[in-house]
Nanobody, 114 residues
Framework: VQLQASGGGSVQPGGSLSLSCAASISIFRVNVMAWYRQAPGKQRELVARITSGGSTKYAEFVKGRFTISRDTADNTVYLQMSSLKPEDTAVHYC?????????WGQGTQVTVSS
């Protein structure tokens, strides 16, 4: 399984960004697709996830600001981020759990700064 993340960049506080994760397999059958992030000097943490059934879960620090979605026709998972804060600055990683096997995409940098 290969995961190709894109869409990171720099934005001012309060701005928006959208991340994409293109998978090399059908995401319809993947148990869980997720976005994680890792800020400098901190551990990698879950941001949001979506199951094969379409259920979503968010970390408390992004609830109401971020939305995870998927396009099963394009095998792509998205993370729409709004009301971004400086503390959202991190490398964001796409993750897939395919029947217990974990896969990571390369990270994409999100920087929120004035």
């Amino acid at each position: 399984v290969q995961l190709q993340a894109s869409g990171g960049g720099s934005v001012q506080p309060g701005g928006s960004l959208s991340l994409s994760c293109a998978a090399s397999i059908s995401i319809f059958r993947v148990n869980v697709m997720a976005w994680y992030r890792q800020a400098p000097g901190k551990q990698r943490e879950l941001v949001a996830r979506i199951t094969s059934g379409g259920s979503t879960k968010y970390a408390e620090f992004v609830k109401g600001r971020f939305t995870i979605s998927r396009d099963t026709a394009d095998n792509t998972v998205y993370l729409q981020m709004s009301s971004l804060k400086p503390e959202d600055t991190a490398v964001h990683y796409c993750h897939a759990n395919d029947n217990g096997w974990p896969y990571w995409g390369q990270g994409t940098q999100v920087t929120v700064s004035s």
